[in-house]
């Protein structure tokens, strides 16, 4: 009986080890494919909208950057909730498709302003290196140690709101602009965020939520791109 119990507890153990590594590979697999999505359909975004479209739609001052965000903040809401449905696959993929989508829209004019306002054409590329540089970097670390970043969660959480207040007070109070500073800052939230969602997904995540996975990841990597080449534009401006 004790062989019986160990066999069976053993087979238990190696099928949940190659459940958890199948889900890992889905989860970076399906990562890889939202950020090459968001790739192709901002370069089609931004051969096909004009200037002139990209003005109306962010150009309107604060109340209009506001309204605009609330947008995209309520796409992002409701694509998580469809990504991690239960009941459906096909409305899992209809809310990493949502978030592509509201991603790619909400970056048209810093990817505008990126392109048709520098001189540097290398700035997108180096923006891009770099985010991949700090994501591969704090992945990395988590697989090496397998350290579980669980403990971060209340200090994530208060960190996104005093960020969500500062934007808050830049769109609605004149004269509150957000500099280098808050940009480094976001920069070293999200890379706490990444920590987090990374020992998640190692540690924690039910293996069958891959597509959530996928989506809580690639949050994350686009709003770290946001910053980093924020930082590069400002600091190329200063040059």
């Given amino acids: 009986m004790q062989i ?6 053993s087979s238990a153990a190696i099928y949940e080890k190659e459940a958890r590594a199948a889900f890992i590979r889905r989860t ?4 890889a494919g939202s950020v090459l999505a968001f790739i192709g359909l901002e370069a089609i975004l931004l051969r096909v909208v004009s200037k002139e479209t990209i003005v109306s739609l962010f150009g309107q001052g604060p109340m209009g950057w506001l309204i605009v965000l609330l947008a995209f903040w309520g796409a992002s809401a409701l694509a998580r ?21 509201a991603e790619a829209i909400i970056f048209l004019p810093l990817l505008y302003i ?12 180096k923006a891009a290196l770099l985010t991949g540089a700090v994501f591969g970097g704090l992945t990395m670390s988590v697989f090496i140690t397998r350290k579980d970043y669980s403990f971060l969660a209340p200090a994530l ?3 996104g709101w005093i960020i969500f207040g500062t934007i808050m007070a830049a769109l609605l109070f004149q004269g509150f602009t957000l500099g280098l500073i808050f940009a480094f800052a976001v ?4 890379s706490g965020f990444i920590l987090f969602q990374t020992s998640a997904v190692l540690l924690h995540m039910r293996t069958d939520q891959h597509v959530a996975a996928a989506l809580m990841l690639f949050s994350s990597v686009a709003t ?3 910053y980093i080449l924020q930082i590069l534009m400002t600091l190329s401006d200063r040059n």
């Fill in 4 to 9: 019986e119990y160990e066999m069976e507890h």
């Fill in 28 to 31: 970076y697999a399906h990562l």
């Fill in 81 to 101: 909730v469809w990504a991690r449905s239960e009941t459906s696959m096909a409305l899992q993929y209809a809310g990493l498709a949502l978030y592509i989508i």
């Fill in 114 to 125: 990126a392109t048709a306002t520098f001189e540097d054409e290398t700035l997108i590329p």
């Fill in 157 to 159: 959480c208060v960190g």
């Fill in 187 to 190: 920069v070293a939230l999200i």
């Fill in 224 to 226: 770290l791109f946001w």
